[in-house]
């Protein structure tokens, strides 16, 4: 019967405002007729509080202020409520003078306002009691306390939300450069005032506008233990994520120029081989965000292309070519017939020790691919053409470096007559199918342990949409013949990436073990073979010192390649600064 059911608050709060009503005209008769209320005005009274009550009870239902928490009441409730009551009192008024001559003849017009005023305190009264006991005597009743890491604008919507529902209570607001500003009635505090008064937050709440590394660590120091981000798309609910590693190296390079990618992409027929691939897939998601024309989507995996073309057929024009590039005649039949004005090359095997153990595949698919797509481009007189290269082509000391290095070498070489053709270079992307990420958390949620090639191991990261992003941006300046590289910030150690990683999912006692260097692989990755020659309008964009290769030779090298029986020392023949065990 006394349970918190939206019925039972509804039906309290009711019987609330008839005694409240009451009351308040009972007071203003008493006030007019100082405390002496004439006979002949006893029936006024009774009138007027009949008429109130039904009025208010009525307005107050339709207008769902009956559904309004009483543990969460805040500002916006009360200035609802002081609305509706001034609507009460102007349909009151309108009612006694259209009833002056009868039911309302000789009615004391006075207490009107007094009725208004001690009406409106004793309803707030009764609203706020609740919400002034908790918040004095029992915090944590209110909810989780928790921490708002935000700019006002997004703090004010995250706190709004928050007092609304129950799980969560903002005890306050970090921001080192706003202290002292109050928010909904959270103060903006600095780290060392968290440090001294809020001891008891265990949960962080951080709007995606802040880059969250840079204050991760700072939070950490204050015993909070669990860390969501607020996505300003969604509700309180909906829009909090838990933090992941990829938020905590997110880069979000500042000079992304958005209209000049917008420019290169609109309304242009675009083909990507390895459309179906970790960066193939990311690449086709943001030709459609900047306009493309239509998008032929080239994999010869059958269930990745499949995945995409649902996805992206939802929002563009997409034409799925299931093929591989190896096979040339076909390939130039699928250039010939859509004629794609841009080609981005992704398709290539990437994961090192496989291609170690498959190196005449990996010759076939990263170097003939990659060259069948080039000529495939030229014949059909493709616009731009734009290879996606890796970090592991310089100085490589794996298969799959060299491979690449070869294919870096053909779109340098090559007569292009009237396509353009760059490669960028790039290291690993976080989430990828070769990245160590989706390994680390297989493992974590298995409960370890994890396991590292070598404590010392370093690598470069960046997220996928932004690695994507910056490609298109390469492509859109490139005039043909340039390598360009991808500032990939910091190298980061892979054994603080696996700690911050089991730090994030909040287990205990997951074991790191370290298992040796896997054949082929680098303790620390290069972007670069030499200075870069001159850097480009972008900070975050380089051009590598080309490499001059005969075409002839280097097509005569490929074609015994393919034929001779040791083919890692032809690859270090074309490759000199290829080194392998």
Known sequence: MFAATNLNRALFFIAVDIVATYIAVLVAFLLRFDFTIPQQHIQDLHHMAIVLIVLKVAIFYLSSVYKISWRYFGLRDSVLIIYLSILVTLIFVGIVYLFRDSYFAGFPRSVIPIEFFISIAIVLLSRVVKRFFLEIF??????????????????????????????????????????????????????????????????????????????????????IKEFKKYNSDGGIESGLQNITVEDLLARKPKDLDREKIAEFIQGKRILITGAGGSIGSE???????????????????????????????ERAVVIPILQSVVHKELLCKTFALYRPQIVIHAAAYKHVPLVEENVEEAILNNIIGTKNAIDCAIETEVEKFILISTDKAVRPTNVMGATKRVCELYAQNVNCKATDIVAVRFGNVLGSSGSVVPKFREQIQKGGPVTITDPRITRYFMLIPEACQLVLQAGAIGSGGEIFILDMGEPVKIVDLAKKMIELSGKEGIEIKYIGLRPGEKLYEELLIDESEHKTRYESIFVAKPTIYSEAKLIADIEELLVCEDKISKLKEIVPEFTHD
């Open 138 to 223: 029992n915090k944590s009743a209110l909810g989780r306390p928790t921490l708002v890491v935000a700019y006002p604008s997004k703090a004010s919507v995250i706190i709004k939300q928050m007092q609304t529902q129950q799980k969560y209570w903002p005890v306050a607001i970090f921001d080192n450069e706003t202290v002292g500003l109050k928010i909904n009635g959270v103060s903006y505090k600095s780290l060392e005032q968290l440090q001294k008064y809020h001891e008891g937050i265990s949960l962080a709440i951080i709007s995606d506008e802040f880059k969250i590394d840079t204050i991760y660590d700072a939070l950490k120091k204050l015993g």
């Open 283 to 313: 690449i086709v998601r943001q030709c459609i965000n900047y306009g493309a024309k239509e998008l032929i989507l080239l994999d010869h995996s059958e269930y990745n292309l499949y995945k995409i073309e649902q996805e992206a057929s």
